[in-house]
């Protein structure tokens, strides 16, 4: 899988489950802590084309998955055609 980039918090549950859905399967990520950086929703929204209300906002490559369930169902669909 391409690298994953997590636009979100360290406070938010789902961007926590998102990292840590990576790191338990080897996912190469990269992680954008908005605090940290300054960032607005705004912000990312302008990063990555699309309107952004919860985080994380999530892409693999250049391509925009969503948030964390979104992530979730991809990495699943992802295994099952790599097993294949």
């Known amino acids: 899988m391409e690298q994953v980039t997590i636009y979100g918090r360290s406070s938010c549950g789902f961007c926590v489950r998102a990292r840590d859905l990576c790191e338990s399967r080897n ?3 990269v992680w954008v802590d908005m605090i940290e950086k300054g ?3 705004q912000d990312i929204a302008d990063r990555i084309g699309h309107t952004v209300y ?3 906002q999530i892409l693999v490559g250049s391509e ?5 369930d979104d992530f ?3 990495v699943r669909r992802h295994e099952a055609q790599t097993a294949s």
């Open 39 to 41: 960032m607005s929703k």
């Open 72 to 74: 979730s169902a991809y």
């Open 64 to 68: 925009y998955v969503g948030g964390f």
């Open 54 to 56: 919860t985080v994380p």
């Open 27 to 29: 996912i190469p990520y």
